[in-house]
């Protein structure tokens, strides 16, 4: 069952890779800020001061303004640094792109020397995604055993994919390590599952 689960995974993330370059490039996308302002407004999540997003890599979804408008919304943020010896994310605060250095897998992240911060809320890449509110990564796992660490330890957050419209499938394959998001955001909708 589970080489079942993996293998369609694998089959899957093989055709959004493909699929995801090309809404890329179709240069159709566009930050959706009332969208932003909506999901803000649930929750009282703008009483949460730090925040995680990432800086974009390949053909993901730009979080150029993002992360712009989270620093304007005077947030604190934060991006997602692989804390190897444990398989987790650890998440540096983010001061400016002149403050970056290569990491793992050559990704650019937060210097060492910049703070350890635990989010309230975490923007998440994503291959794919599902009316579920489950989402297909790179098949590290880091963000979901990161989540569940979270969980485990009663840290109060809330979880966001951040992916284009596009990229939504009727069913992303999940196995019991698979963290279900709290919403999912895109160019052109916002999708809440909680």
């Not at 989270?70 to 400016?96: T, Y």
């Amino acid at each position: 069952m589970k080489n079942n689960i993996l293998e369609k995974k694998h089959s899957i993330r093989k055709e959004q890779f493909e699929l995801r370059k090309k809404l890329y490039s179709s240069a159709n996308y566009f930050f959706n800020e009332p969208l932003f302002i909506e999901l803000f407004n649930k929750k009282n999540l703008q009483n949460y001061n730090i925040v995680s997003s990432f800086i974009s890599i390949n053909s993901e979804i730009d979080t150029t303004e993002l992360n712009d408008y989270i620093l304007r919304m005077k947030k604190i943020l934060c991006l997602p640094v692989i804390f190897k010896k444990n398989n987790h994310l650890l998440f540096r605060k983010f001061s400016s792109k002149n403050e970056m250095e290569e990491g793992l897998m050559k990704i650019k992240e937060p210097k060492k020397e910049n703070k350890i911060l635990i989010p309230n809320i975490l923007f998440i890449p994503c291959l794919a995604f599902d009316n579920r509110g489950f989402r297909l990564g790179y098949g590290g796992g880091y963000y979901d055993r990161t989540l569940a660490r979270f969980r485990n330890n009663n840290k109060r957050f809330v979880s966001i994919g951040y992916a284009f419209e596009g990229q939504k499938i009727p069913v992303v394959p999940t196995d019991k390590f698979d963290m279900k998001l709290d919403y999912v955001i895109t160019e052109k909708m916002l999708y809440t599952f909680i």
